[in-house]
């Protein structure tokens, strides 16, 4: 019997520091390294240097990198990862000096998403990203052909293969593009469909706990793990805030720091739901010792499709793991209106969903309806889409005092259609 399972790799993490940076309170390659472990490779050591600015061609200095090579050969490192970008020549350069592979940030995202990719959308998002991010970088992956150096006829075939591949490359972008715009087009579409009912986003950095709050909150059973980017697809559920109160609440991916812009720019579908929500619930883990850096990177991110605009409530979650209140009034130093929560003990939902009531009752109108009181349909319908205030009965007439949006009574008459209504507003 042979054991077939692919071994783990063994990854020595490694990055600048810049004098413009902020402050970090936890460690420099932290988040680097559960990245790293989310891709399941072992991480054997790191290295860090401060410098000034970015070597052109090796991104750390030259005696740098040669210390790095040193460094991940004794603690038998068979891959090197890098905490930024890497040009395609940075990348080749260094795997040229240390003989092991090199992986940036971005390509371990993105193999992240790649092991985390379930639906059929997101594989073709993620494929699509990996195919952008490869595109420039093709000449790298072919330096297996530099190893026979001076043969006839060797050089010419390594660069009609190098063009083939990049034709077929750029082919599979255009063709997951068409596909991508055809599947943005049908959420658009399905994301407008909903545009009788308040919808509310969650959008936080990853594994700030969205997902467990969603559970929470609506009651489902949306897949929870304590790792990064454990939720890749939208999922929309009722939450009944309460009497009278439904709204659409939204799930996202999360986001991270430094997020590749193809990975932004391929998941624009999936992240539909925040461009077109009333109101953004911006979770933050206020357990992190890096909660304000954060809090900015989801902002960027924010800002990038277009929802930067949107209101916002910030819901501080984890606060049982918070040691220092303080940490959690820092936090909440800003003009944004904020909530504290533990998604996992139910601490603060119920001043969060006075919260959201309160504030989608702003919009909501007082309207009556007038319908046979002997038609039993109507009252649960009504009670389901808006808060009753009163209800009277006169003759074979019944009235209904009602609070809610403008935008539901669509929805009111498209359920009750072929049962005789009349509504007006409470001052007609």
């Not at 054997?44 to 600015?53: A, H, K, L, P, W």
């Not at 545009?195 to 559970?215: E, P, Q, R, W």
Request: charged fraction near 30%.
């Amino acid at each position: 019997m042979h054991d077939v399972a692919p071994q783990k790799e063994r990854a020595f993490l490694f990055g600048v520091s810049l004098p413009r940076e902020p402050e970090r309170y936890s460690g420099p390659l932290d988040e680097l390294r559960r990245l790293a472990e989310a891709a399941d490779a072992e991480v054997v050591g790191e290295m860090m240097q401060n410098r000034d600015r970015i070597d052109a061609a090796t991104f750390l200095g030259r005696g740098k990198a040669q210390e790095l090579t040193d460094a991940a050969k004794a603690a038998d490192a068979n891959l090197l990862i890098c905490d930024s970008d890497l040009s395609p020549s940075q990348g080749r350069n260094l795997e040229r000096l240390s003989e092991l592979r090199v992986v940036d940030r971005s390509e371990l995202i993105l193999d992240i998403f790649a092991r985390r990719a379930r639906t059929h959308q997101a594989r073709v998002q993620v494929e699509l990203a990996q195919l952008q991010y490869t595109l420039p970088r093709l000449k790298r992956m072919w330096t297996h052909l530099e190893r026979i150096r001076g043969g006839i006829g060797t050089r010419g075939p390594g660069e009609k293969q190098i063009e083939t591949d990049r034709r077929i490359i750029r082919r599979k972008i255009a063709d997951y593009k068409r596909v991508l715009a055809d599947i943005e087009q049908r959420k658009l579409r399905e994301v407008e469909s909903r545009s009788d009912v308040f919808t509310i986003c969650l959008v936080g950095y990853t594994n700030a706990g969205k997902s467990t709050l969603m559970n929470m909150l609506t009651g489902t059973g949306t897949y929870v793990a304590d790792q990064l980017f454990a939720t890749l697809d939208t999922k929309t559920r009722i939450w009944a805030v309460a009497e009278g109160v439904r709204v659409l609440l939204s799930d996202t991916v999360g986001f991270v720091e430094k997020l590749p812009h193809h990975l932004v720019a391929s998941f624009h579908a999936t992240l539909e739901e925040a461009t077109h929500a009333d109101l953004l619930l911006h979770l933050i883990d206020a357990s992190h010792p890096d909660a304000i850096h954060q809090r900015v990177a989801v902002q960027d991110v924010l800002d990038q499709l277009g929802a930067g605009e949107i209101p916002q409530l910030e819901v501080f979650n984890k606060v049982d793991l918070v040691e220092n209140l303080a940490d959690v009034e820092v936090l909440a130093r800003t003009e944004t209106p904020n909530v504290s929560v533990s998604a996992a003990t139910g601490k603060g939902l119920d001043e969060l969903r006075s919260w959201v009531a309160s504030y989608v009752d702003r919009f909501r109108n007082d309207v009556v309806i007038r319908y046979d009181s002997g038609d039993g349909r109507v009252y649960p319908v009504v009670r389901n889409w808006a808060f009753i205030v009163d209800h009277t009965f006169e003759d074979d007439m019944a009235e209904l005092k009602v609070r809610l949006l403008p935008r539901e009574l669509g929805a009111l008459r498209r359920e009750l259609r072929g049962h005789p209504l009349e509504i007006v507003g409470v001052d007609e």
